[in-house]
């Protein structure tokens, strides 16, 4: 019998092609972009081209052109699980935007 390994978020992140942004800088500069918005753009970008290359995938599966299905299902699932972490990102946003305007000064 195989053993199950456990595995933290990191490393699971780490092996898989889906890359956890890491953020150095959150504070922004007056003159430009801040590191923040800089790394959202990127980010929101790649899952862009994972949609991209999902609905590539999908239209070629039912036009009967993809060969390998299994890429197809893996292009699927990255699409999926890029598009959760994209939303609870979203959420996490929006929840600490209204913590602040809740904040008294």
Do not use: W
Not at 66 to 75: F, G, V, Y
Not at 86 to 95: C, D, F, I, Q
């Amino acid at each position: 019998m195989e053993e199950i390994k456990k595995v933290g978020l990191s490393q699971a992140l780490q092996s898989s092609s889906i890359k956890a942004p890491s953020v150095t800088s959150i504070s922004g500069t007056s003159g430009g972009e801040g590191e923040f918005t800089k790394l959202l753009k990127k980010s929101i970008n790649e899952l862009n081209q994972v949609q991209e290359t999902s609905d590539k995938a999908l239209a070629d599966m039912a036009s009967g052109q993809l060969k390998d299905i299994h890429q197809a299902a893996i292009a699927i699932g990255k699409a999926e699980t890029s598009m959760k972490l994209m939303l609870e990102v979203r959420n996490k946003a929006l929840s600490a935007y209204k913590e602040i305007l809740r904040t008294q000064v």
